[in-house]
């Protein structure tokens, strides 16, 4: 093991159980599917697909537009 994963496992110990369940179901989820995409719900693939395409081509949002989509989550 890892001094950073030692680390955060005493620090963890500290937490509330339901805290530590918590955090033993991520890890467990990115150990045992680590590389393994994550699924897609069918209707979202049409924007997965237009997006993926728009990176491709290095389309991007300004800075603008990525604080005015934050800004969203706001109110």
């Known amino acids: ?12 110990r500290a937490l509330p159980p339901e805290t530590q369940d918590e955090i033993a179901r991520l890890v467990l989820h990115m150990a045992v599917d680590e590389g393994q ?31 005015a989509a934050f800004r969203r989550f706001e109110e």
């Open 37 to 67: 995409p994550e699924e897609i719900d069918p209707a979202h693939l049409p924007d997965v697909l237009k997006s993926l395409a728009r990176a491709k081509r290095r389309e991007f949002a300004t800075d603008a537009e990525v604080e």
């Open 1 to 12: 093991m890892t001094k950073l994963l030692e680390q955060a496992v005493a620090i963890a």
